[in-house]
């Protein structure tokens, strides 16, 4: 065991890279762990209910593609992704956000849109460069960038997106040195992860009108587009730039595992070619190729289904479920003091901000005695920020545990209170 | 078109990361993309025949998991790996290696051996790092390493394995500040990419001698160690390990990719815990988790087939290949003086050198105008060793394709010596 110990000194403890010194296990994930606990209710894990996948036409796909065509789905595949699933992309982007004139080199299929977040990371970011995210941030793409050790300009969050006065002010001041360093801003335009905010139509073509002005790349992540329960559909920010002509200025990211399922790891990136080359060699060092049965299972399923009509279902229990935890929320909260929480109108989640005295991973131990987890909101800043906010998920809970859930964060909150003297 | 190029310039000219400056896309993977000429005889790509593949098993497999465990492989996993396959692999390395005592926290699931070497790259490697590899060296490894632009000692390829002198004796030169630099030590075990060169028992000992002494890292790949058409198997390094208490100073990386099939990208990790959880938090920001459908796929595959049995017959296949073009080569080259190659007992490769004079990259051109394709020394090298050589795969050509291209590859050198006056 000396020996052992040893080893481990020598080896783990002095030998890391600065990559990996800076490394930190996400919460989330470190959370999600211990969701087997009897009678806890979950407001954590942003995964969608398994009872909506495809199963049926998923596992008939999946059989025909490995018996038939397995000189393709069982070997090799390429690192810009299969051709495939590439074409059915194409035209899903045609007919869902009406992008036109997009060709296969466009884009790379990633496994997951969590690689895509590290390749950009990878591709972009070393020490001394800069880079603009939300505050909240989506903490994948927060650790993805974080590992490089870039400096950050951090927007905050307003109702209708991230406040791009300062990304503005930020770029004005900055020396030619600096603008060299500046990257790329980050966000997440529809149903934000993790405030469930959505980008309004002004802002998009604001931040627009910023990338061409300062020459600027914008990385626009769209996992929850689809899940809209109400409103209009607001145009992608790629899609305003490719109206104007703009579209080398943005990286459109998107995945299925949101619309079909997270088990495929089905990314995409869309955006300029020499920009998707360049990922493209990042990814052939992280993991040559995406399976190629994985994407194939992708493509039949888009060739063959409509995944906004199957998700119809889905998407009127996922309302159901927000209206439920809206309604649990003002009747609970509603006549707490300095407590609010956002509305969103599609996605996943809502954002709960406390006054500034609640520390909101304190009370998670609290939340925990009365079986409720959701997701501190510091794991959501790259400072320590968000402290007192929390991100509250509402797909997976039935709309009884809602209910019960809200009342359980209610009661954690108060003897939270009671502890700190409130 | 004016302003195209110049947010080209802009963007992905001035502003890549130090890592993606340093990223080059690797010749084999090039390559393959123009493989469909028609007539081409290719010696280039190391990927099993599809024939080989369990299309049957798998595909119902795939179908049954789908349906009736939808709620594990159609969402996300959790980072570290399946426990159904951790523990089918427990099995598999007590069957097949003689290696006891495992536990799932001493491995980690990976997409593709690839990954595993990019996150030990990540996890180990900066600008001031050294590390030894092998000279030649397997191209997948030297890129993962090589983006993060450590020091390599490269060891030469003997007949039994690399020149583990060089090693020692680097070791014993270093400085303590050096010592505390040097990061591992990579190698394929048994029948090496490129050269086909199974490393002999005596150097597996010698290595691990080394190891313990100098309190160094092994890393073990070993992709290929089921592939043996003859001789006895030898111990992986990793088993010599566990016999001594030595375990610890080796990372034993593994893949389906050969024995059952590259498109389910499975690889593995084995080693000391507390490493093995670094390598996951790589994998958290990586990746997030591989396909938990692939790795139940797998699992299931392993629980229920042998794939040792399965492999039976495309080992005759390929060992008869092999024997084909060794006497392919003996016929066209015997007489030919400075011309040798590699005698594999297993694997997938052969490697040729010429005389000195010869530059295999230069002479691709006359073996393309032969509709013949390698892929030349330079590939696996990571300064400009091994122009002379190149790697000669067996196992996708036919017989009659081997025995061609010999021929042709013959042709291709005497109109190459021609050009260059010899």
New interface residues.
Partial sequence: MN??S???E???D???????KR????II?EML?STSIPGLISFG?G?PD?ET?P??H???I???I??QE??????????EGDKQLKQQYIQYLRKYEGIEGLEEDHMVIT??S??AL?LIG?????TQ?ICAICDPVYL?AA??FM??APKFIKLTMQDDGPDVDILERSLQKMTEDEK?QF?FFYLVSNFDNPTGICLSLEKRIRILEIAAAH???IVEDDPYGLLRFEGEKIPSIYKLAVER?LQ??VLLLNTF?KIL?????MGIVVG?Q??VR?LV??K???????????QRMTARYLERHDPIVHLQNALKVYAKKRDTMMASFKEDFGNIEGVHWTYPQGGLFSWMCFPDWVDTMEMLEFAKKNLLIYIPGEAFSVGDSNKNCMRLSFCLPSEEQIREGSKRLLKAFQQYAFMKGR
Avoid at 70 to 75: I, V
Avoid at 122 to 126: C, N, Q, S, V
Wanted: proline fraction near 3%; aromatic fraction near 6%; include cysteine.
């Fill in positions: 020996q052992i040893e080893v481990t020598q080896i783990v002095r030998k890391l890279s600065a990559v990996a490394t930190k296990a996400s994930r762990k894990g995964v398994p996948f199963r049926e998923l596992a008939e999946a059989k025909e490995v018996e397995y000189k393709t789905t069982l070997q090799y595949g390429t690192t496994s997951g969590q690689q590290d990878r591709t972009f970011l070393d460069s994948g650790s993805a590992i490089h060299e990257k020459k600027i790349l002509g080398d200025y595992s399922s997270p088990g495929l790891r300029n020499k920009i360049k060699l990042g052939q060092v992280a993991d040559l190729c995406t399976s190629p049965l994985l």
